[in-house]
């Protein structure tokens, strides 16, 4: 069985600090699919990033960047210089690449950045 | 991205009524759907697993005569809350997966608020 633990429920940041939300996942395929969304106060999920168990690059996208390590079982999301508008909470969620299987999804980390 | 949209957005009922949310994937087809439910400050908990044509598969303490899971075309489920209780309330989201091999991202709709009075 897989499983996603994002072991932060609620990080409070000052507007343009760093910050890094932990997601630490387990399973025992080989290949699988590493996800993260956002979710805003509106409710809707939006996807950020999907990473496949054979691409251990990490990603930057503006001020979002991923660092996933196969070793520790780790795909951990840091925003660069936060601003209010990334308050929401953020979801790392995991599916096996073959058939159609769900995402299984963290708890959730609630960021809340104050200006 | 992929759209997926999502009707009603908010919806409040008597108790005892049924209530129908749609899913639609707008610019994608989309052989498997998935509902999921959220409670608040919670996370997302899978309830089924909608199938093209056929029935859906529901996940260990979901009551399939409960919710009624209809995916009739390759771009629209539907989820039909039935007898409608207070403890249903929640906020409903489905997904759809855009398939293929470079592909394999779900998109979510924007969610139903469902409060049963």
């Known amino acids: 069985a897989q499983k996603v633990t994002q072991a932060q429920t609620e990080i409070s940041v000052v507007e343009k600090e760093d910050v890094t939300l932990d997601c630490v996942y387990e399973?025992?395929?080989?290949?699988?699919?590493l996800f993260w969304y956002k979710q805003p106060p509106s409710g809707e999920l939006v996807f950020l990033i999907r990473?496949?168990?054979?691409?251990?690059q990490n990603e930057i996208s503006g001020r979002y960047s991923w660092n996933f390590q196969k070793s520790t079982s780790s795909f951990n999301f840091t925003i660069t210089a936060s601003q209010v508008v990334d308050s929401a909470v953020y979801f790392c969620a995991l599916t096996l690449s073959s058939g159609n299987t769900p995402l299984v999804f963290g708890k959730g980390t609630r960021l809340s950045v104050i200006a | 991205g992929a759209v997926v949209s999502q009707h009603p957005s908010w919806v409040i009922c008597k108790s005892g009524t049924s209530v129908k949310i749609e899913c639609r994937s707008l610019d994608f087809q989309a052989t498997t759907m998935f509902w999921y439910r959220q409670f608040p400050k919670q996370s997302l908990m899978l309830m089924a697993t909608?199938?093209?044509?056929?029935?859906?598969?529901?996940e260990q303490g979901v009551e399939k005569d409960k919710f009624l899971i209809n995916h009739a075309s390759l771009t629209l489920s539907t989820l039909t809350v039935t007898s409608a209780h207070p403890e249903d309330s929640s906020f409903y989201i489905c997904?759809?997966?855009?398939?293929?091999?470079?592909?394999?991202?779900?998109?979510f709709g924007a969610g139903t608020r469902l409060s049963v009075l």
């Open positions: 399973t025992r395929d080989t290949t699988y699919y």
């Open positions: 990473r496949n168990s054979f691409d251990e």
């Open positions: 997904s759809a997966r855009e398939s293929g091999l470079a592909r394999n991202i779900q998109y």
């Open positions: 909608s199938n093209e044509g056929s029935k859906a598969t529901y």
